[in-house]
């Protein structure tokens, strides 16, 4: 079946679509958002790295498969040069659609790029954040997290 790409005006534009994908618990639509190259990479928040598709789709189907993953922005800092965008990002994350609380806050580096497609994943890098940093996040803004 051919794979029909949908063209992100804005980096921002597939961040939000990543987090929707994860939120209506669909691994295929968030694998859909990154590039079409064995090269991509995340490292999860527990330190698991995973690289290329068939890896991100197990972790993703995986995640997927007993509740959605909802992620909220708390802060966010962006650097974009031609072809290239990378957001920091403090997010809350939250396992289950019931769920009001987080149950994880992590920091996360999304590194994008353009290519024929649109905007597209190359990487994401995820590590915990404990209370006091997101504290600390919220009250300094625009502070690298990486």
Known sequence: MPRFARLFDSAEDIVEAFREAM????????????LDEDSVTCVLPDG???????????AF???????????????????????????????ALRFGADRVEADLYVHTTYVLMQNHEGWRLAHIHCSPANAV???TVAAAPGQALH
């Not at 939120?23 to 990154?34: I, M, Q, S, T």
């Not at 995986?62 to 966010?76: C, K, N, R, Y």
Request: glycine fraction near 6%.
């Open 48 to 58: 698991q790295r995973l690289i290329g598709h068939e890896h991100l789709r197990q």
């Open 23 to 34: 939120k209506l618990r669909d691994a295929d639509g968030a694998l859909r958002l990154w």
């Open 61 to 91: 189907t995986t995640l997927l498969d007993s509740q959605p993953v909802l992620i909220d922005a708390i802060e966010t800092s962006s650097h974009a040069s031609l072809g290239v965008s990378i957001f920091d990002v403090t997010e």
């Open 133 to 135: 940093q997101v504290a």
